[in-house]
């Protein structure tokens, strides 16, 4: 299984309600279909990695600035 990324507060909240149904519904009986709620979880978890992907891409672009600028004022 892929690493976890970090999650936000409102994250960890979403999830741990999910959870907290799905347990609801595991005391409820064996045949109760938690597949909604599984399907949430896993959509949270996915755009949890796509916003880390998006903010190393973003601070990677951000380095490579800083980086173009300090190269530019030393020529100066």
Known sequence: MAKDPKFTTAEIAKIGWYTA?????????ENVHIGDLTRKVDRIIDGAR????QQAAEQAAAEKAALKARAKNIRK
Do not use: S, T, V
């Not at 796509?50 to 992907?53: F, G």
């Open 21 to 29: 149904r799905m347990a609801k519904r595991g005391i409820a009986g």
């Open 50 to 53: 796509e916003r880390e992907a």
